[in-house]
C-alpha cells in the first residue's frame, strides 16, 4: 500500500490548491480515504473524508464550502481542492486510507493506518 501527496506550495490568501494524492493497494473493495493537517503547534485536524464510492463526504466547518475532496473514477487518486484559501490554512496536508473503517468514514481519519508523506501548503 502505497499514499504519495502533491500539489502542495505557496498561495496567496484567497488563492486555491488542488492538492492529490495516489494511492495503490489500498484501493480493492470498498474503503474510506481522507485528508487531515498539522500546523505547527496545533493539534492534527481531520479536514475532509469521502467513502469508496464518492457518494458520502464530510468536512470540518473549518473548510467547509471552500474544500472539496474527491477521487477519480479508478480510485487511484484522490483530491482536495483548496478555494479562497487563508493563512489559518497553512499547515502539511495527509491523505490517508483504510479499508477497515468502512463505512464509517468521518469519525475515523485518525484511525486510518495507510498514510502518505504530506506535502506542505502556505498561505501568506
Known amino acids: 500500500v502505497q499514499l504519495v501527496e502533491s500539489g502542495g506550495g505557496s498561495v496567496q490568501a484567497g488563492g486555491s490548491l488542488r492538492l492529490s494524492c495516489a494511492t495503490t493497494?489500498?484501493?480493492?473493495?470498498?474503503?474510506?480515504a481522507a485528508w487531515f493537517r498539522q500546523a505547527p503547534g496545533k493539534e492534527r485536524e481531520g479536514v475532509a473524508t469521502?467513502?469508496?464510492?464518492?457518494?458520502?463526504?464530510h468536512y470540518a466547518d473549518s473548510v467547509k464550502g471552500r474544500f472539496t475532496i474527491s477521487r477519480d473514477s479508478a480510485k487511484t487518486f484522490l483530491y482536495l481542492q483548496m478555494d479562497n484559501v487563508s493563512p489559518e490554512d497553512t499547515g502539511m496536508y495527509y491523505c490517508?486510507?483504510?479499508?477497515?473503517?468502512?463505512?464509517?468514514?468521518?469519525?475515523?481519519?485518525?484511525?486510518?493506518?495507510?498514510r502518505g508523506q504530506g506535502t506542505q501548503v502556505t498561505v501568506s
Open positions: 490517508v486510507a483504510d479499508p477497515s473503517v468502512f463505512p464509517v468514514c468521518a469519525i475515523n481519519v485518525m484511525r486510518m493506518t495507510y
Open positions: 493497494g489500498v484501493t480493492y473493495g470498498p474503503y474510506c
Open positions: 469521502i467513502d469508496a464510492y464518492g457518494a458520502t463526504t
